[in-house]
């Protein structure tokens, strides 16, 4: 069965420079917290077979960062329901993946993803910024129900030695 990786955006920077929202940039503790969840992912897996993002700069920034430090390489799917919608619309999504991918990573926001695991698994979580929950699916992509899922890790990235500070 397939597995479900989600991941929240890196700490954005609020006092930077930008017109919208979804420009707003990852502050330099989101950069490094991305890069150690990239290597933590490197280390224990799965690699993803596909990632989908939010259109957000600071998604889109954090994707990049776990892809580059985690040694990874995958199609990238830029998904507007990913900003600014209800968890029903990220299923949705997640309904029209391609069957022969084993492991999607998804990269967005809050309260989004905490909805979206409560969904899944029935768990109420609290979902920090560049957190990733590891989801084991019961069901193939298209069959995603309520409950359909088990979430068999959290990581926080200062549960991560972060040697690199």
Do not use: N
Request: overall charge negative.
């Amino acid at each position: 069965m397939p597995t479900l990786l989600v991941l929240r955006h890196g700490k954005s920077d609020w006092y930077a420079e930008y017109d919208a929202d979804a420009d707003r940039p990852l502050a330099k503790r989101g950069r490094r917290a991305a890069k150690q969840i990239g290597r933590y992912l490197a280390a224990v897996g799965p690699e993803p077979d596909l990632a989908i993002t939010s259109p957000a700069v600071r998604a889109r920034d954090t994707l990049e960062r776990v892809m580059q430090f985690g040694g990874f390489d995958c199609p990238v799917q830029v998904e507007e329901s990913f900003y600014g919608h209800a968890h029903q619309a990220v299923l949705d999504s997640l309904r029209r993946v391609d069957g022969s991918i084993g492991a999607a990573l998804v990269v967005g926001h809050e309260p989004t993803w905490s909805d979206l695991i409560a969904a899944l698994t029935g768990e109420l979580v609290r979902f920090p910024t560049a957190a990733l929950a590891h989801l084991e699916l019961g069901t193939a992509w298209p069959d995603l129900t309520p409950g359909c899922a088990v979430l068999t890790s959290l990581v926080l990235p200062r549960q991560l030695e972060a040697g690199d500070r």
